[in-house]
C-alpha cells in the first residue's frame, strides 16, 4: 500500500472572513500566500496549509484552469493543534495573553509535551504543542 506523508492542508469554516485572516495573521503570524474572494491560504511553518473558507460559500464545485473541486463545508466549533518548541511555550503564553486572548487550559501530557488552549473568532479550539504530545512527536 502506498504510504501517505503528512497532512497537507486544514480547513476551518469562518463567519467572517476577513476578521479570521486578520486573527491568524496578526495574533498567530501566519503568512498569507494566497487570497481571493473565497479563501484565504497561510503558510504553517512550511509544513502545512492552513485554509480559511467563508462558511456556506463553499457547497457548489469550484472550477478552476486545472479541474474542478468539490464541494465542502463545515460548521461548529472545529480543533487544530499547532506545534510549537518547547522553548517557546512561555513567550507563546504571554505573547496570546498581551493580544487579549483567552487561555482556557493547560495540559501536561505523559511523554512530556504541554499543550496550551484557547480559541479563534470563531470560536474553533486551536491548540499549541510542545514535542512529547504524542509518539512522532
Not at 457547497?59 to 510549537?84: K, N
Request: overall charge negative.
Amino acid at each position: 500500500m502506498p504510504k501517505l506523508e503528512r497532512v497537507l492542508e486544514t480547513v476551518l469554516y469562518v463567519a467572517d472572513l476577513e476578521r479570521a485572516a486578520a486573527f491568524y495573521d496578526t495574533i498567530l503570524g501566519l503568512r498569507c500566500i494566497h487570497a481571493d474572494h473565497r479563501m484565504r491560504a497561510f503558510d504553517v511553518g512550511g509544513n502545512g496549509v492552513l485554509l480559511l473558507f467563508p462558511q456556506g460559500q463553499s457547497l457548489e464545485p469550484i472550477e478552476t484552469p486545472g479541474g474542478s473541486i468539490p464541494p465542502h463545508d463545515g460548521q461548529g466549533p472545529m480543533h487544530v493543534a499547532f506545534s510549537i518548541r518547547a522553548d517557546e511555550l512561555e513567550e507563546w503564553q504571554q505573547h496570546l495573553t498581551r493580544a487579549g486572548v483567552d487561555l482556557e487550559g493547560r495540559t501536561q501530557w505523559p511523554r512530556g509535551g504541554v499543550s496550551v488552549y484557547f480559541r479563534d473568532p470563531d470560536g474553533h479550539l486551536l491548540e499549541i504543542a510542545t514535542p512529547g504530545l504524542w509518539a512522532g512527536y
